[in-house]
DNA sequence: TGACTAATATATCTTTGTGATATATTGTTA
DNA sequence: TAACAATATATCACAAAGATATATTAGTCA
């Protein structure tokens, strides 16, 4: 009975345990923070949020006192949902999942020619140089929040781990490149 | 319209491109030396497999000279197959997307004590550990194959991104766990 | 001031994907 | 020869992604 899927009751409940908010900005730090390691979309976050109220784990209130938005809905999360969330971080973690279209497109590499795959490399490559420059920026931000007091060690923790991966990944990719071009030959 | 799903028909279309194959062939073979890049069920495969010959980019037939199995049915690619495979191939490779659990846990850490987490990593880096072992396995595996004459360096090039990959989150949770546990202060 | 545009916000639908389970045969091995 | 593991196909329920519809508020700029 291997459980790997039902993980956004999990997510929405971490999120609410941070601050009490609404479901557009879940997603939106999600979007931001997360991308490089997780993803929900509106078509789960809606719903899991309802579910996690009628379930006793988060209560709602409407924020008419702002007037804003259609009906913007607040959500909280309760000492339950703390219990919930709490057993679920105690459990060990299941195996990741990742989908890289880049890697299936050069296992089946002898379908086409070399340079089409060096192009997808050469934007694989500029990509991940972009996105190690987001990450340290991320850290760097968090670094100024730590020296104005805030804690927030594990949120940077997520960020490194973005540097080590889409360094590794541009590294893998500079060395795919030559191989490919004929310029190493060794692994 | 960023269309990122619906690459299964690819996948299957390149396992097929291979050599002739039973979509249980197809699955083992993600699964063995896909699998830290990519995956695909049983309830994706048949019912894909169904429909490349409805559209004419793959042909079946029973396998009932051995009379092994029940109904084995093996699937070919067809030059209609070939060419689709080939205008995905020179296609600009969607975003990578990964689900990283433990990084959901780390992010949430405040919610736990340190203990738990640093257990969680120690869990983490010893699966890394024996997967970067797995990838060098299959890696020096190719290299022989090699020396047969064989040409594997697109599958010899994605089992290295699983030794970059697993490495790099190694690292990672070596620092994080030093960070954590309070004996490095620095990211 | 009004007109546009971007951002905020909720909701839902279809398609895609996962994991589990049912079923049956073949090969191995104790 | 009985038990068990591996091979093989099929399908279901549920989870998740992506797209779209709708509406409000905030900002901007002519």
């Known amino acids: 009975m ?15 345990a941070r601050m009490p908010q609404t479901g557009y900005t879940i997603k939106k730090w999600i979007e931001n923070e997360y991308s490089h390691f997780w993803q929900e979309s509106f078509g789960q976050i809606y719903p899991t949020l309802k579910k996690l109220v009628a379930e006793g784990l988060a209560v709602s209130f409407e924020d008419s006192e702002t007037g ?4 913007r809905i ?7 949902g703390r219990k919930v969330l709490l057993d679920w971080l105690c459990k060990e973690p299941e195996i990741e999942k990742l989908r890289y279209e880049i890697l299936l497109k050069v296992s089946f590499g002898e379908n086409t020619e070399p340079e089409v795959l060096l192009g997808h490399l050469d934007d694989f490559i500029k990509r991940n ?4 420059k987001d990450m340290n920026g991320y850290i760097e931000h968090f670094d100024l929040l730590k020296a104005q007091g805030t804690d927030c060690t594990y949120s940077q ?9 889409y360094s590794a990944m541009r590294d893998w990719a500079v060395k795919a490149k030559n191989v490919i ?4 030959d060794d692994l």
């Open 129 to 132: 140089e972009n996105l190690i």
């Open 74 to 80: 607040v959500y909280s999360i309760t000492d339950a």
């Open 157 to 165: 923790l997520t960020a490194l781990s973005g540097v080590y991966m």
């Open 68 to 71: 804003k938005g259609r009906g």
């Open 181 to 184: 071009s004929g310029k190493e």
């Open 2 to 16: 291997k459980e790997n899927t039902g993980k956004s009751k999990y997510v929405v409940l971490g999120m609410l």
